[in-house]
Each structure stands twice: as C-alpha cells, then as structure tokens.
C-alpha cells in the first residue's frame, strides 16, 4: 500500500494552484475560500455544492507521488444524473485542472461521460489515445476523435499534441491518459454529469480515484473527499 498525501502538502498544493489559475485570469467561485469551519457552519445551506461533489479535488491515483502521477481538479459546476437519465435540465459540469510537465493521469475512460479537454494556457497537453474492445484498453487499437469540430482518425497509442486553445471530445470507450510538456498546462474539461466515484475506470486495477490522506496539519479547504467524513 502506498503512503497517503499529506494534507501539509495537499495544502501547498492548493495555494500554488489558485495562483496558476488566476494568472491565466481564471477567478474561483466564493466558496472555493470558505475554511473547513465555515463549510460546517453552513452544511444545512450546502447541499447543492456537496451534493454535487464541487470544489477542491487533489489526487495522486494512489499511486503515492504526485509529482509523478497526480492531478489538480476544481469542480465548478455539476448537474445530475436524475436529469441526464431524463433527457432535460442540468445536463453538464465544468471542471479546471492542472496537468503539471510529465505528471501523468493514467490511462482510463467513462461509462457515460463524453468530455471536451481544452488547453487553456501553459505547456502542450499531451493525450495519449487507445480504443476500446468489450470494455477492456486495446492497445492494438486506435480511435476517433473530434479536434476543434474537426474529425481526427488515429492510430492506436497516438499522442495529441494540443497548444494553448486547442482541444480534444472524447467519447465514453476512448481510453485517455495525459500530461503536460513544455510547462503545467491549465486545462479545462466541459462534460456530460460528472461522478468521479463511479463513470472512471482505470486500466491499471492498482489506480484510485481518490487518495488517501496523512493530517499533519488542518486542511486549508475540503476536498470532495473530505465531505463525507467532515460535514456528516
């Protein structure tokens, strides 16, 4: 088993991640600053944003370096399943992440979500694609994607290379992992209703979702993760 993060480190995190969004002009919602007191506080007035699972998200996949597999997420916005089953409603979620250089989101894919990954400023994003065979990566097989509206046939294990601006629509079934190149790269995703505890799969069966985490000090904000146990 891996060593989990440490919340001192979870917290650094944070702190260097606002700064990267805002110097690309991206400002977070309010209660992005609420503390983990305030969160309390307000847990009967909340319940769109924890129902929602919005908010600070950190991950090293359990994997136990982040500098080496990891990813920055802030959910900003999420609808949900009961409306996208109906057709009608809040059918989306946004989300801004950061891919740091040569940190890794290991290979995987969705049961439901399609997804648009868009550089928003920074390095290249480097999307590494296979296709799909009963459920399984093949990686004897390429793909299909739309690049900017624009249809992209490729190989299996092709590299997208995507410049500030540009972006890629993946389809539940395209097996995805990706990493910055040149620089951390600000990326956004735009999406059908996000539910990080159930539309992932992950090639390597040792990856997780969610880490695990070492309180060596007091969290500067929750992470998703931290609502079940800290806003019960």
């Not at 982040?66 to 009608?88: I, Y």
């Not at 490729?154 to 410049?163: C, D, I, S, V």
């Not at 790269?185 to 695990?212: H, K, L, Y």
Request: aromatic share 10%.
């Amino acid at each position: 088993m891996t060593n989990p993060m440490k919340r001192s480190d979870i917290n650094r995190i944070i702190r260097e991640a606002e700064a990267f969004m805002r110097s690309f002009g991206y400002v977070l919602p309010p209660f992005a600053h609420w503390s983990p007191t305030e969160m309390q506080a307000r847990k009967n007035d909340i319940g769109a944003i924890t129902g929602a699972n919005l908010g600070w998200d950190i991950t090293d996949f359990g994997l136990g370096d982040f500098t080496k597999s990891g990813l920055f997420l802030f959910t900003a916005r999420n609808g949900r399943f009961e409306d996208l089953q109906k057709g009608r409603g809040m059918l989306y979620a946004e989300k801004a992440m950061i891919s740091r250089e040569g940190q890794v989101t290991p290979s995987h894919t969705h049961v439901l979500k399609a997804e648009d990954i868009i550089n928003r400023g920074g390095g290249r994003l480097v999307v590494e694609l296979f296709g799909d065979t009963d459920g399984r990566c093949d990686r004897a097989k390429g793909t299909k994607v739309f690049c900017d509206g624009l249809m992209r046939t490729l190989p299996a294990g092709e590299k997208l290379r995507l410049a500030p601006g540009e972006s890629v629509t993946l389809m539940p079934g395209d097996w995805h992992a990706f990493w910055g190149e040149g620089g951390d790269v600000f990326v956004a995703e735009v999406s059908t209703v996000n539910d990080d505890t159930t539309d992932n799969i992950f090639e390597n069966p040792d990856v997780s979702r969610f880490s695990g985490i070492e309180e060596d000090e007091v969290p500067l904000h929750l992470l998703v993760s931290d609502y079940a146990t800290w806003l019960r």
